[in-house]
């Protein structure tokens, strides 16, 4: 199978550097996702920054965590982190656009999981792998529609 990417787009009225501030703190991400609970700095990290490691939890079926790296950290620019074993990159872009920042989120699944890694897929989602990408589109779009919400109102 070749790679998986997908994006979400949305404008949201605030500044690119606040809105990178929202998305790059990741113990805020359950705020907005629907899937993820948020996340806690590994290793002495306090905050975004590339090689930072966090583990990020998820709170679909049965749940579970992830240990993620940045790999890029340029407030009101760009925020991306690799899961696992550079399995999947996740993509938070911030364009100044009018009266606030264009948002696209983005995912690329590098490399598609085997017979086990879709079984743990449906495990851990109640998903089939073959459902799981138009739900992560869909999850994309919540969070952005909920940081959008958040975002203008503070």
């Known amino acids: 199978m070749?790679?998986?990417m997908r994006e979400a787009k949305i404008h949201i009225a605030a500044s690119p550097?606040?809105?990178?501030?929202?998305?790059?703190?990741?113990?805020?991400m359950g705020e907005w996702s629907p899937e993820n609970l948020g996340g806690?700095?590994?290793?002495?990290?306090?905050?975004?920054?590339?090689?930072a490691r966090f583990k990020g939890k998820n709170k679909r079926k049965a749940g579970w965590s992830t240990k993620c790296t940045?790999?890029?950290a340029e407030p009101g620019r760009e925020f991306a982190f690799s899961?696992?074993?550079d399995e999947t990159t996740w993509r938070y872009q911030f364009d100044p656009a009018g009266d606030g920042t264009d948002v696209i989120e983005s995912f690329e699944v590098v490399k598609v999981p085997g017979a086990i890694g879709r079984f743990l897929t449906k495990l851990g989602t109640?998903?089939?792998?073959?459902?799981?990408?138009?739900?992560?589109v869909r999850g994309m779009?919540?969070?952005?529609a909920n940081l959008k919400a958040a975002a203008e109102a503070s």
């Open 141 to 144: 779009e919540q969070t952005l």
């Open 40 to 51: 806690e700095w590994l290793d002495g990290a306090t905050g975004p920054a590339a090689g």
């Open 2 to 4: 070749s790679p998986i």
């Open 83 to 85: 899961v696992g074993k």
């Open 70 to 72: 940045v790999t890029t």
């Open 126 to 136: 109640g998903l089939p792998w073959s459902e799981r990408e138009g739900d992560l």
């Open 17 to 28: 550097d606040t809105v990178y501030a929202m998305v790059a703190d990741v113990t805020r």
